[in-house]
């Protein structure tokens, strides 16, 4: 599943190898725009470190960009989307809508724009709160190319809930999205289930052997073949 801001593991020696050398020009470079950039950068090494302290750290380094580069507004953007994904991370949903909210509200016409209300949505959804999050899905520009990502999650998600005709517009935009490109398989698999939910099994026949042609995952390629199976018994 979608979750903003993931931290990865695998990068965190990058990040911790890092650190001494935002500390140095933290601390040599005190007036200067390079001090901004490198506590931006200390708040992304710390973010990805992942821990509770570390979590609570990236945010109050987020936090001083903010307030002590206020006149830098491309900072200012970069880190208060990372603090809604901070927030995210420590699980607080509320406060991390309200700062997704901030983001999009101060900023409309950032090229993240788009990304923040998917984030917003999975915010929404993992603190249960369907119709925000279905709201927040709803308000990303039908243009943009973030809805490869966003139709696979919230097509997925409105599946869960039961409401197959929008699961299926938002696999649909997904697709779109893709352009020429092939989709994943993880889409025809999710309109695969679509299709069988609305009885129309056909057709979820045809997705659930796309997505056996299209994937080498062995899960995804068992839960195609039982798919399609049970729609053609």
């Known amino acids: 599943m979608e979750r903003p801001g993931e931290a990865g593991q695998d990068a965190e020696p990058a990040y911790l190898r890092s650190q001494s050398a935002y500390e140095t020009v933290i601390a040599e470079t005190p007036t200067t725009d390079l001090r901004g950039e490198s506590l931006f950068g200390a708040g992304l090494a710390a973010q990805r470190r992942g821990g509770a ?38 699980k607080h949903y509320a406060r991390a809508a309200a700062t997704y909210e901030e983001f999009v509200r101060r900023f409309p016409e950032s090229a993240d724009a788009p990304r923040a209300l998917f984030e917003l949505a999975v915010v929404h959804r993992d603190a249960d709160q369907s119709d925000l999050a279905v709201g927040a899905f709803d308000r990303i520009p039908l243009e943009s190319d973030i809805w490869r990502r966003a139709g696979l999650a919230g097509g997925d998600y409105l599946l869960r809930l039961g409401d197959l005709e929008r699961a299926e517009t938002y696999l649909e935009l997904s ?4 352009g020429d490109e ?31 042609e299209r994937t080498d995952t062995k899960t995804l390629t068992h839960g195609a073949l039982l798919g399609r199976g049970t729609a053609n018994y």
């Open 53 to 90: 302290t570390d979590l609570q750290q990236a945010l109050g380094l987020f936090n001083r960009v903010q307030k002590e580069f206020a006149q830098r507004s491309d900072l200012v953007e970069r880190a208060l989307l990372q603090s809604g994904r901070t927030i995210y991370l420590q």
């Open 175 to 178: 697709r779109g999205a893709h």
């Open 182 to 212: 092939t989709p994943p398989a993880t889409l025809s698999y999710i309109l695969g289930r679509v299709y069988f939910e609305q009885g129309r099994l056909d057709e979820s026949v045809d997705a659930f052997s796309t997505t056996i």
